[in-house]
T-cell receptor, first 110, second 115 residues
Framework: EDKVVQSPLSLVVHEGDTVTLNCSYEVTNFRSLLWYKQEKKAPTFLFMLTSSGIEKKSGRLSSILDKKELSSILNITATQTGDSAIYLC??????????FGKGITLSVRP | ETGVTQSPTHLIKTRGQQVTLRCSSQ?????VSWYQQALGQGPQFIFQ???????GRGNFPPRFSGLQFPNYSSELNVNALELDDSALYLC??????????????FGPGTRLTVT
């Protein structure tokens, strides 16, 4: 059975700190890994990482896929209170099904 | 905003009843996936529809069923509701091409409460 594990489960930091969120996976027929940010309801798409694109960056957010270690990290630099959210990692396997981790709750204090 | 819409926003039902949730996919997207997200958990895959055909199913009983229409909108039906069905139901639309599935964009969800 496909599995995605995220750590830590929750994190509290102060504005300006840098955070690293972890995701590891065991998936048959891996196709891609995705990061989402969930604030109230709908998860919003952040990054998709594949064998042909193992590093992505957008502003203060960046993500790396390590296919050898079957893991990914999401880095957020110079955190702001607006970064407070649940960060979900999901892995797409053959058959297009997404398997999600439980999510990491990030709280950024002023 | 992703362009994916869901209705209703909230719903309260009684055990044993049936419910239908609706999703309109983003323009140009031919694939719709449904997920159940219980409190404190990540979304769990229910099933996916591609061009009106079921294209994969998660570990959910047959009382969870779906449809996709020619305009690619979709419905999720749940029969014989149980208390554990209380959750946020998310719909995600995406475009499936020969190169494979592109990123999935989520709607705002329907919060279902079963009493």
């Amino acid at each position: 059975e496909d599995k995605v594990v995220q750590s830590p489960l929750s994190l509290v930091v102060h504005e300006g700190d840098t955070v690293t969120l972890n995701c590891s996976y065991e998936v048959t027929n891996f196709r891609s890994l995705l990061w989402y940010k969930q604030e109230k309801k709908a998860p919003t798409f952040l990054f998709m990482l594949t064998s042909s694109g193992i590093e992505k960056k957008s502003g203060r957010l960046s993500s790396i896929l390590d296919k050898k270690e079957l893991s990914s990290i999401l880095n957020i630099t110079a955190t702001q209170t607006g970064d407070s959210a649940i960060y979900l990692c999901a892995v797409e396997a053959k058959g297009s099904k997404l398997t999600f981790g439980k999510g990491i709750t990030l709280s950024v204090r002023p | 905003e992703t362009g994916v819409t869901q209705s209703p926003t909230h719903l309260i039902k009684t055990r044993g009843q049936q419910v239908t949730l609706r999703c309109s996919s983003q323009s140009g997207h031919n694939t719709v996936s449904w997920y159940q997200q219980a409190l404190g958990q990540g979304p769990q895959f229910i099933f996916q529809y591609y061009r009106e055909e079921e294209n994969g199913r998660g570990n959910f009983p047959p009382r969870f069923s779906g449809l996709q229409f020619p305009n690619y909108s979709s419905e999720l039906n749940v029969n014989a509701l149980e208390l554990d069905d209380s959750a946020l139901y998310l719909c995600a639309s995406s475009s499936t091409t020969l190169a494979g599935l592109r990123e999935q964009y989520f709607g705002p969800g329907t919060r279902l409460t079963v009493t």
